[in-house]
């Protein structure tokens, strides 16, 4: 492979494929808000990350 | 008195189903989004448009449109609650038909994905004896398709694609029949691994043939010149958009089965990043395999004909499967079980938007629903595209339901969101309220303005090259006017039949949580 289609796919890849663990990340830290809304209906229970 | 406005029923509907968890909801959606076009159709069009360059405009088409549309499909299903039809019913009543429209676009687009899974299937068992020979294209073309000369109507039916296309929607409407949790969300689990692991391992093989080198270099080498050409900037925003099944009612329907407290957004760019992923993965897979068939051939990768759609994976994978040092039937098996899988997962949840509007509307059970309409479509999709002419019927049936009717109901949805009824600020204050990743009016403006402004020019590109040029030549006038306009009829005639009928349960008795106030100077806008 030459250097630059290398290059550009390494970029490619740290990029999208970064994002994407870098939100599933954030989500895990972060699975939901620390405080809901008040008054949530009667099937407004909370759904952690499971 | 429309039916729709007459007396409410008093009963209330069924309890709304809903994922086991958000890990279920978050790869379903990725199995809605990863399909077809990410194996076949990213490919060729990151190759045909400045390669490495073309992953500039990519990327910023899938964060100022791709996941913005997505995020603002999820905060309409969630905040209201229903299928598309209810859910834009209750944002604003006459919005109802919009859903149906999106019900629709699903009904054909259902019809015809089916058979190319067939296809895919057929092609799975082909590959352990690489039934296909010498000459895929012949065989494609002939001996599976039988393929009529002409488009038109045919009593042709071949049977070879006739049963996998009956046993999909056997397999279909056995899912859906399962409901939400233990049929959609199971399936999803249990085929989303499956794909990865297979595809995965084709992907491991690829790089290491002969040859793949050139292929990368052919995908991922920039050109330039082509960052300035608007057209390109126009594939990615075309590819981002239909790789992420946004804007015709799955994302709607699917958030609708989340509980009312959970995480909007984060979980929307996990599903956003992981479709672009699977995508940058496909292309490596794909154009290492090219590589090495050109190594094979003794030609350039640019001189390879067939790398995008039926005719990648069909007839040039097939060629290309023939060509391999050793376990050639492995490597055909692992890529039509990995296309069967992404499709299937895509095909379950179309078929969900059209099973859940009419479970909201007519108060039907989820089985009931999977039941009658799985069996009218499985129906229709066997009649009009497992005969010698049903190659046809699906490439101009596609055209339109996707590059007319998706791209119109998208523009509509945003522009009489933000614009009409100026309901951007409540759902950017409903995906705030419940996320850890907050919307703000970035997001309005990029739905609003962004997102429409390309939409809407890929869509007068395509209206006008439809009306001055037609979309083929080889097609008769009359043929493209009943399957490609006909199609934008029947989705506007359907929707407004559906719209028209009335509801079983009252959908307007609903309060949206958590609940809006309105800055006062917006108080009386676009009520």
């Not at chain 1, 890849?13 to 008040?38: N, Q, R, T």
């Not at chain 2, 399962?178 to 959609?184: E, F, H, P």
């Not at chain 2, 409903?430 to 309005?444: D, E, I, N, P």
Request: glycine share 10%; aromatic share 14%; proline share 4%.
């Amino acid at each position: 492979m030459n250097g630059e289609a290398i290059f550009y796919m390494l970029v490619s890849m740290v990029v999208i494929w970064g994002a994407l663990i870098a939100s599933a990340v954030f989500l895990a830290v972060k699975p939901e808000v620390a405080k809901w809304p008040a008054g949530a209906p009667a099937d407004g229970e909370s759904q952690p990350l499971d | 008195m429309s039916a729709s406005s007459g007396p409410a029923a008093t009963t209330q509907p069924a309890e709304r189903q809903q994922w086991s968890g958000q890990i279920g909801f978050i790869i379903s959606a990725i199995g809605s989004a990863v399909g077809l076009g990410n194996i076949w159709r990213f490919p060729g069009v990151a190759y045909e448009n400045g390669g490495g360059a073309f992953m500039i405009p990519y990327l910023i088409a899938l964060l100022t449109a791709g996941i913005p549309i997505l995020l603002l499909d999820y905060a309409i299903g969630h905040r209201f609650r229903g299928s598309a039809p209810l859910a834009f019913r209750r944002l604003k009543k006459w919005l109802e038909s919009l859903g149906w429209f999106q019900v629709m676009i699903c009904v054909f687009i259902a019809i015809y994905y089916a058979v190319i899974l067939a296809w895919a299937a057929s092609f799975f068992v082909f590959s352990f004896g690489q039934k296909w020979g010498d000459d895929p294209s012949s065989f494609f073309y002939g001996d599976y398709l039988h393929l009529a000369d002409t488009a038109g109507f045919s009593s042709d039916y071949i049977s070879g694609i006739v049963i996998p296309l009956a046993a999909i929607w056997v397999l279909t409407i056995a899912v859906l029949a399962l409901g939400v949790a233990k049929g959609l969300e199971k399936a999803n689990i249990i085929f989303i691994p499956l794909l990865v692991v297979a595809f995965g391992a084709l992907v491991v093989r690829a790089v290491t043939l002969e040859g793949a080198a050139d292929g990368l270099n052919a995908l991922f080498t920039p050109d330039w010149s082509k960052i300035t050409d608007a057209s390109v900037w126009i594939a990615a925003y075309s590819q981002i958009f239909f790789s992420l099944s946004i804007a015709f009612g799955i994302m709607v329907t699917y958030s609708s089965y989340r509980r009312r407290r959970s995480n909007q957004t984060t979980p929307g760019l996990v599903v956003g990043f992981a479709n672009s992923s699977f995508e940058l993965l496909a292309g490596i897979g794909v154009f290492s395999i090219l590589g090495f068939m050109a190594h094979e051939q003794g030609i350039a990768v640019s001189e390879l004909s067939g790398l995008k759609g039926t005719s990648l994976a069909f007839i040039t994978f097939p060629k290309a499967i023939s060509q391999m040092p050793s376990a050639a039937w492995l490597f055909g098996a692992l890529f039509f079980a990995s296309l069967f899988l992404a499709g299937f997962t895509s095909l379950i949840s179309i078929v969900e938007v059209v099973s859940a509007g009419f479970q909201d509307k007519f108060g039907w059970s989820y089985r009931k629903a999977a039941v009658s309409i799985g069996v009218v479509l499985g129906i229709i999709s066997v009649a009009l595209f497992s005969s010698a002419t049903g190659l046809y019927t699906l490439d101009v049936m596609d055209n339109w339901a996707n590059n007319f009717c998706v791209v119109l109901s998208a523009i509509v949805m945003s522009i009489a969101v933000v614009w009409v009824l100026r309901r951007g600020r409540e759902l950017a204050f409903h995906l705030s309220s419940l996320s850890t990743f907050k919307v703000k009016t970035t997001w309005l403006a990029l739905i609003g303005v962004v997102a429409p402004v390309m939409l809407l020019y890929m869509f007068v590109q395509t209206v006008y090259s439809l009306v001055t040029e037609g979309y083929d030549p080889a097609y008769d006038a009359w043929f493209e006017g009943l399957f490609g306009w006909g199609t934008v009829v029947a989705c506007v005639v359907g929707a407004a039949v559906m719209t028209a009928l009335r509801w079983k349960h009252d959908p307007d008795r609903f309060e949206p949580w958590p609940p809006y106030a309105a800055p006062p100077a917006r108080l009386t806008a676009g009520k």
